[in-house]
């Protein structure tokens, strides 16, 4: 199945989610949603301003404390 989809899920790292903001955007329909994860707090700030020139919006965002890190997960709708 090729989408668009309604929801797709990643699980990386920063990185790597940014090298893939085209192609997520071109996998979620307008409406869907995309939850990423693997960044750290820190991170986030950079992730979204990159997704948002893809046409996402933040939805909201959770967090995990664990090993001394933040991690954050997003939740974004692509628009």
Do not use: C, K, M
């Not at 893939?20 to 693997?38: I, K, N």
């Amino acid at each position: 199945t090729h989408g668009p989809f309604d929801l797709i899920v990643a699980n990386i790292l920063a990185q790597p989610l940014i090298e893939l903001s085209d192609s997520f955007s071109a996998a979620v329909r307008p409406g869907g949603r995309a939850l990423l994860s693997g960044l750290l707090e820190e991170q986030a700030g950079d992730i979204v301003s990159v997704y948002e020139r893809w046409g996402f919006e933040l939805v909201r965002h959770f967090d995990l404390e664990t090993g001394g890190a933040t991690w954050r997960t997003l939740l974004l709708r692509r628009r």
